[in-house]
Structure formats: structure tokens, C-alpha cells
Nanobody, 126 residues
Framework: QVQLVESGGGLVQAGGSLNLSCLVS????????MGWFRQAPGKERESVAA????????YYADFAKGRFTISRDNAKNTVYLQMNSLKPEDTAIYYC???????????????????WGQGTQVTVSS
């Protein structure tokens, strides 16, 4: 059984930082494209950042560029999302997802995800 477990969310003031982690168990991370998504109340789920299986191809949503960094450690079966200069509009539930049929691309499209984590709440106060 494949499980993705996110951690690292919480309450932070605007301008602060959080480092989210996503631990994958039940299947090796080595061949998975990974993505971080978020969903704010009343809004659709959107892609935040994504990385291909090797780490050689990375995608960032425009709002994440220059502030967020996605990385992966296949040996630890873990994907990270470092978030700096957080803004109140970054408040959302953040989900990680794994796709094993994406090929050499980052997991940008939620419809291509095979597995999802349960999400971790990120709240940024002004």
C-alpha cells in the first residue's frame, strides 16, 4: 500500500518560512514524478511546484517562482517544499502527489497523479 504523508505545515507570520516534507512509503520514490499542490477555501486545487523523477526538470507556478524551492531525496523517499517570504494568500492545504506514468516530466497536472497525501495546513497571518 502506497502512502504519502506530508508534514511541516503550520501557522507563520507573513514573511516567514516553512519547509514541507512528503514521505513516500510502500513504493520507491526513485521512478516517480512528484508535485506539490494547494487548495484554498472556495478555490480549485492548483499546482505549486513539481519535479521529475531525477530532479533534472522542475516546474514552479508563477506565484512560487523566487520564493519556493522543490527538491527530492530518493534515498530517503522524501520530497521537500521550502517556502520563503510567505504571504497571507499562500494560506491553503498543501498536498503532495506522486505519478508513476508521467515519464520524464514533472507532475504538474493533478489528473496524472497516482497517489495523494492527506494534506498539511499552511496558514500565513498578516
Amino acid at each position: 500500500q502506497v502512502q504519502l504523508v506530508e508534514s511541516g505545515g503550520g501557522l507563520v507570520q507573513a514573511g516567514g518560512s516553512l519547509n514541507l516534507s512528503c514521505l513516500v512509503s510502500g513504493r520507491t520514490l526513485s521512478y516517480a514524478a512528484m508535485g506539490w499542490f494547494r487548495q484554498a477555501p472556495g478555490k480549485e486545487r492548483e499546482s505549486v511546484a513539481a519535479i521529475n523523477w531525477s530532479g533534472g526538470s522542475i516546474y514552479y507556478a508563477d506565484f512560487a517562482k523566487g520564493r519556493f524551492t522543490i527538491s527530492r531525496d530518493n534515498a530517503k523517499n522524501t520530497v521537500y517544499l521550502q517556502m520563503n517570504s510567505l504571504k497571507p494568500e499562500d494560506t491553503a492545504i498543501y498536498y503532495c502527489a506522486a505519478g508513476y506514468s508521467v515519464g520524464n516530466r514533472p507532475l504538474v497536472r493533478s489528473t496524472e497523479a497516482d497517489y495523494w497525501g492527506q494534506g498539511t495546513q499552511v496558514t500565513v497571518s498578516s
